[in-house]
């Protein structure tokens, strides 16, 4: 059976005088994860500089034997350029939208290929063909596409546990593309809300040209899906503690410290986007407006991270000067407002924390989801407190009965307070009871089971290969035979990627190279159709013994011809002068679009538009064009990012028809990627192949993803056509 791979930045282990495995977290989460008879292994560093081999040597025996982990070892060099460097000082920043703290030195990003490339190694050193690996988080949004590359038929989850920042701000890092097209090799790519997802469609829109589906990205014969999966706590964990007869006690020892005053929590890992700079300033506002100040008392637990990079070190200091500050202007001889705590808190006394807190803020300026919320909420089970949850943490979409508010406006959060104090015991527990219930509902576990339930579900991939195959093999079956195959082939975006410039679009290396094996093939009557003008595919492709199409089925010239046929005789184009000043207004109204006026139809591109301002703008045309044209014998077609104008009698589908109709073939195949080429989809003849490549609505029953991948499909019948006609014959 298929094995589940885990594959992530750090073991959830540590390594000191005794090897112990960490509770809670992502390995809570996978503890209900079925592997049907496979076994569930775990990739990454255990933490550490370990350079003694027997000592290393150790740990990967104890790690495999005890909990079936697999280390990955890296030295003190590599962990600063890729961890510190690359990871936190370059990703971290920009995937929190925080561009002030951004930082990038080119060594380090050969520093984070190397180490994606480890771990790709180490992952395909265990991996069978048809395993399920599951990759967490930014340190290794290169590996996908790695293991992707070296072994097809994995199945590749990729889930992000940060935010995904907005376009505008990912375009900031050097390496953009490269990081989404790493991305890209996975089947499934999880993120916790539907806005994180809506970012990462963009960027790899504007970065890589790609255009997607809500959950699907087409991109070189690979299908990605994309979802949104907001990850739980270790609810179970949670629940056993507060039944845990011991939790009385701790309830009493943090009962006796407050000395019956109100509590107001705030746990966090010291970090600069967890916002408590903010969060102070908010306290502060309270404390200035609050006579009784005795009566209150805030605790900050705040857990140390990354101590080795001095931002953090600088913002620890910056944090304790603050609260020192704070509790010398506030302090009476009877109570220091805050409590400030450096350090990690036992388990056991952090939910009595939790439990005896009146108030809980949570404000970080921005967080992927932030599971402190959802911890709080877990031990609220009696006599409920009020969450206090900051607007950009990924867990209000999900808890929005509690108080959410702003943290970059300081007098609103203080308002929060006072309004959490006020609150009655009712209203409290209206808040609290449906965000318990769903947060102990929707756990770590039922996250996890989810992702790879879904992750297995994915089969489009294997549903393409198929027909890929199937659809090539009934090709390569024609020619080898010495039947007669008819291919009418779209160029731009189907022979050829679709480039920014049309002109930059002429026949490349790989598209040549294509060119001269049809053209070695007797078996293959090939005609290249196209919007292009006739001097245009003249120029490019008047070397070849193919037939040429121009203007959708405007003008036509076959094999051994030298002159143009005209399909337009007694065509009126009396429409075009009414028709071109609108599409002027719509060039003048959207930046980067333009207007073509061919010899039989009028075309608005926007390639060069932003393209979802493009899209708007264009539907719109659309819209005002089927008013205007209601009466005129023409044909509207959104294509891509094209809107044009045609003759009603002409198309791409009619100009084959006729090809068609006057010849004999054993099979036809027509091939496109936008709307002009659907009428060839429509066309009668069996047997009859019809490809889309890339994405859209469509009556082609096979769908390619990328010009590649349709070169890959001719290129592939061709070479079973050569090795059918090597073969020996029998003796």
């Not at 992530?8 to 809670?24: F, H, Y």
């Not at 009595?352 to 609220?380: F, H, R, S, W």
């Not at 009696?382 to 508010?405: H, K, Q």
């Not at 996250?447 to 790879?452: E, G, L, P, Q, V």
Request: with cysteine; hydrophobic share 40%.
């Amino acid at each position: 059976m298929p094995n589940i791979i885990i594959v992530s930045n750090r073991l959830p282990v540590t390594v000191d005088k005794e090897i112990k495995k960490s509770a809670g977290g992502l390995a809570a989460a996978l503890e209900g994860v079925s592997t049907q008879d496979g076994k569930l292994s775990w990739i990454g560093n255990p933490g550490g500089a370990n350079d003694d081999p027997a000592k290393r040597e150790h740990i990967e025996h104890v790690l495999q034997e005890e909990y079936g982990f697999i280390p990955l070892f890296f030295t003190p060099e590599e962990t600063k350029d890729y961890y510190e460097g690359f990871s936190n000082s370059s990703l971290w920043p920009l995937l929190h939208y925080m561009t002030g703290y951004f930082h990038y030195e080119p060594g380090w990003w050969e520093a984070y290929q190397k180490a994606n490339r480890k771990f790709a190694d180490k992952v395909l050193s265990v991996a069978g063909d048809d395993d399920t690996v599951w990759v967490h988080d930014y340190h290794l949004m290169l590996l996908p596409a790695m293991l992707r590359e070296a072994k097809p038929n994995l199945r590749i989850g990729f889930f992000l546990h940060t935010p995904f920042p907005s376009y505008e701000i990912f375009r900031c890092h050097p390496q953009r593309q490269e990081l989404i097209q790493g991305l890209l090799g996975a089947d499934l790519i999880g993120f916790h809300t539907f806005g994180y997802m809506r970012h990462f469609r963009s960027a790899a829109l504007r970065l890589l040209g790609i255009e997607s589906e809500m959950t699907r990205i087409r991109h070189e014969g690979h299908v990605t899906t994309i979802g949104v999966y907001p990850v739980g706590i270790h609810a179970e964990r949670f629940a056993k503690q507060l039944a845990d007869p011991k939790h009385a006690e701790h309830l009493a020892k943090i009962g006796k410290e407050k000395q019956g005053k109100r509590l107001i929590l705030s746990v966090e890992r010291l970090d600069y986007t967890k916002g408590i700079r903010h969060r102070l300033d908010a306290i502060d506002a309270y404390l200035a407006r609050h006579e009784k100040q005795e009566d209150i008392k805030f605790v900050f637990v705040s857990v140390p991270s990354r101590e080795g990079v001095q931002e953090y070190q600088t913002l620890r200091e910056e944090i304790e000067q603050r609260v020192g500050q704070l509790n010398g202007k506030y302090a009476t001889l009877h109570n220091s407002p805050i409590h400030f705590i450096h350090g990690t808190v036992d388990f056991p006394e952090l939910c009595a924390l939790y439990a005896q807190a009146d108030v809980a803020i949570v404000t970080p300026l921005i967080d992927g989801m932030n599971l402190v919320a959802k911890e709080y909420i877990a031990c609220q089970k009696d006599d409920p407190g009020v969450l206090i949850l900051s607007e950009f943490a990924g867990a209000a979409e999900e808890l929005f009965n509690a108080l959410i508010v702003n943290p970059y406006d300081p007098p609103s959060v203080a308002q929060a307070i006072e309004q959490a104090l006020a609150m009655s015991p009712g209203e409290r527990a209206e808040r609290m009871t449906p965000m318990r219930k769903r947060v102990m509902k929707y756990d770590a576990q039922w996250w996890a089971k989810t992702f790879i339930e879904d992750l297995s579900a994915i089969n489009l991939q294997a549903e393409a290969k198929q027909s890929f195959h199937e659809k090539q093999e009934q090709l390569a079956e024609v020619i080898s035979r010495g039947g007669r195959v008819g291919l009418f082939l779209d160029y731009d975006g189907t022979l050829r990627e679709i480039q920014r410039e049309p002109d930059q679009a002429r026949p490349n290396a790989a598209v040549r190279e294509l060119l001269e094996k049809l053209a070695a093939c007797p078996e293959m009557d090939v005609a290249i159709i196209s919007g292009r003008k006739a001097k245009d595919l003249d120029a490019w492709f008047g070397e070849y013994p193919f037939g040429l199409i121009a203007e959708h089925g405007a003008a036509m010239r076959l094999p051994g011809e030298k002159k143009w046929r005209q399909m337009d005789q007694g065509v009126s184009y009396a429409w075009k002068d009414e028709i071109h000043k609108l599409l002027q207004q719509f060039e003048e109204q959207t930046p980067g679009s333009f207007v073509e006026d061919k010899p039989t139809s009028l075309v608005w591109h926007y390639r060069k538009s932003d393209p979802e301002f493009g899209e708007h703008k264009a539907k719109l045309l659309a819209g005002e064009l089927v008013v205007l044209a209601a009466n005129e014998p023409v044909v509207i077609r959104h294509g891509d990012k094209i809107v044009e104008i045609v003759p009603a009698q002409i198309s791409k589908g009619a100009a084959v028809q006729r090809i068609v109709e006057s010849e004999h073939y054993d099979l036809v195949i027509c091939a496109g990627d936008d709307q002009t080429d659907e009428s060839m989809f429509r066309l009668e003849h069996d047997p009859l192949i019809t490809i889309k490549v890339g994405d859209g609505d469509t009556l082609a029953k096979v769908r390619l993803s990328s010009p590649a991948e349709f070169r890959r499909f001719l290129e592939g019948a061709l070479a079973s056509r050569c090795e059918s006609r090597h073969e020996p014959s029998p003796a």
